[in-house]
């Protein structure tokens, strides 16, 4: 066989095995239940329709029984201070609510009108001005848990800074609504109950 004949043979293998592996992947394994299996659509005009999105993909449910869980807010610990930040998205909002025991500094942060604000930048110094904590993305809600002391709580939102001095005693529970004229990071609606209290 000459080396021509050896290469054409090659390519037809190729295209052979390339069609079977095509047919093969364009139906459901036999593992699968009937029904269960939706063949992806040859073009996007078959992709449309009432179970479909606007984009002609399939729609990811955000809110109700079919919705996808968000992920379990990550507490965290900096220079003895252990915080949890978030409260975007009704999920987040009742997590955060509901670990709101465990902390004895309670801030939230919005904007003008109420929307809810995050990414802005968190730094705690002690008494001597020395930093215990500094964190970037936080908001709308803070929680932390501070020893008893003096302390001062600096929020950086868009270039506009807030200093605001903690004295945290035994049985303190210091609860602040924090407003900035400039809306950074997400904004989001404020929801009515979703207040500091």
Request: hydrophobic share 40%; proline share 8%; aromatic share 6%.
């Amino acid at each position: 066989m000459s080396y021509p004949h050896r290469i054409l043979g090659f390519l037809s293998t190729v295209v052979v095995i390339g069609a079977a592996s095509a047919a093969i992947a364009q139906s459901a394994p036999p593992s699968v239940p009937p029904g269960a299996y939706r063949e992806w659509p040859a073009s996007s005009s078959l992709a449309t329709g009432p179970e479909t999105g606007t984009a002609g993909y399939d729609a990811i449910d955000s809110q109700g029984g079919d919705a996808i869980p968000s992920l379990p807010l990550e507490v965290q610990t900096a220079g003895g201070i252990t915080f949890i930040t978030g409260g975007i998205g009704d999920e987040e909002l009742a997590q955060i609510k509901a670990s709101e025991h465990q902390y004895n500094v309670h801030i939230l942060m919005s904007a003008p009108g109420g929307a809810f604000i995050s990414d802005v930048g968190l730094r705690i110094t002690d008494a001597a001005g020395k930093e215990l904590l500094l964190t970037e993305g936080a908001g709308p809600y803070f929680y932390a848990r501070l020893a008893p002391g003096k302390y001062t709580l600096e929020l950086n939102a868009e270039g506009e800074v807030k200093k605001i001095p903690l004295k945290i005693g035994d049985n303190t529970n210091i609860k602040k609504a924090i407003e900035f004229k400039e809306a950074g990071g997400i904004v989001s609606p404020h929801h009515p109950t979703a207040t500091v209290e």
